[in-house]
């Protein structure tokens, strides 16, 4: 569908578009925050994530399974010591607990789009989505509770908010897409609710965001998260081919801000999810130049190849 293909290709400038607006006029926002905006729009996002998984994709991850569980256990270690380290510099505690809550999430939603557009195994990122967001719902709680973060739910809650709010609809999502009732038929319209679900998301959770002198620290915390987590996916995907590390790199570097934003309302209070505004764009942004990068990468790799290889000369062999 063609608003779908515009939605997509217009995507940065949307989402700089609805953080605009959220920070400019936050009434609306905030008056849908209080009931329950965030968790009601976070879960038909994930829903329209899971309709781009089916079960024989995950099934068919076995032969890059060592890779993939390397992956998971490094970010589920990792990223929150990172966001940890990145919190100490922010002294409101509000502020603090969004920033934890980002070391918690899950891989974000648009880098599978994103790792398709940048030429990679969109099967391997699309299988790191599925199996981080059911590791968030079980470990984001105690996780928390490790680092110190005092928040304001139970752990219970917590957990069962975020099976509710992730898996059921992530799980529902891909049965739909596995069973195929419509032939196909539904997903321009369930692409173009998942767009609007994450501007709309994005708008809400730029609605708490409080402009005053201190959220340059947090944007400087969430940015060096940012940093650490793009510099760990690099890592993880040393010695692997060109595709497999576009598909390893953008799902560790981008981690879900829309999933951080429910578990830091939950977990905190509304308030503490305001930063995770900033951090949506950021990994948004670092996504689409990413992408360029890439592209670019592979255009120079194709015109060296035009230069120095040999032009094959027809004739018989011998």
Not at 76 to 94: D, F, G, K, N, Y
Not at 219 to 230: D, F, N, R, T
Not at 235 to 262: C, E, K
Request: proline share 6%.
């Amino acid at each position: 569908m063609a608003l779908a293909r515009l939605l997509d290709r217009f995507l940065l400038p949307l989402v700089l578009i609805s953080a605009g607006l959220g920070i400019a006029f936050p009434g609306p926002g905030r008056r849908l925050d209080a009931t329950g905006g965030i968790l009601i729009t976070l879960a038909v996002l994930v829903f329209c994530t899971g309709t781009s998984v089916t079960l024989a994709d995950i099934s068919g991850l076995r032969t890059a399974s060592r890779r993939i569980v390397l992956v998971l256990v490094a970010t589920s270690v990792t990223l929150p010591v990172l966001a940890w380290l990145a919190s100490r510099i922010v002294s409101e505690p509000m502020p603090r607990s969004g920033v934890l809550a980002a070391g918690v999430a899950p891989v974000e939603v648009a880098s599978v789009a994103f790792t398709g557009l940048a030429g990679g195994e969109v099967a391997i990122a699309a299988g790191l989505l599925v199996a981080s967001t059911l590791l968030t719902v079980l470990l984001a709680g105690p996780v928390l509770a490790l680092l110190g973060a005092h928040a304001a739910t139970s752990q219970l809650g917590l957990l069962l908010t975020l099976t509710l709010v992730v898996a059921l609809p992530l799980v529902a999502g891909c049965a739909l897409r596995t069973i195929d009732p419509f032939g196909g038929r539904e997903r321009p319209l369930i692409e173009i609710l998942g767009i609007a679900s994450l501007l709309v998301l994005l708008w809400e959770v730029a609605s708490e965001l409080r402009l005053q002198a201190g959220d340059g620290v947090v944007a400087l915390a969430l940015l060096a998260y940012l940093g650490g987590a793009v510099g760990l996916g690099w890592l993880l995907a040393l010695g692997a081919p060109s595709p497999r590390r576009s598909a390893v790199i953008l799902p560790t570097a981008m981690r879900n801000f829309a999933v951080a934003a429910g578990i830091a309302a939950s977990a905190f209070g509304i308030a503490a999810a305001a930063p995770l505004g900033i951090y949506g764009v950021m990994v948004l942004v670092f996504g689409a130049i990413a992408v360029q990068a890439s592209k670019r990468g592979w255009r120079t790799g194709v015109s060296k190849s035009a230069r120095h290889d040999p032009v094959p000369v027809d004739g018989p062999a011998g």
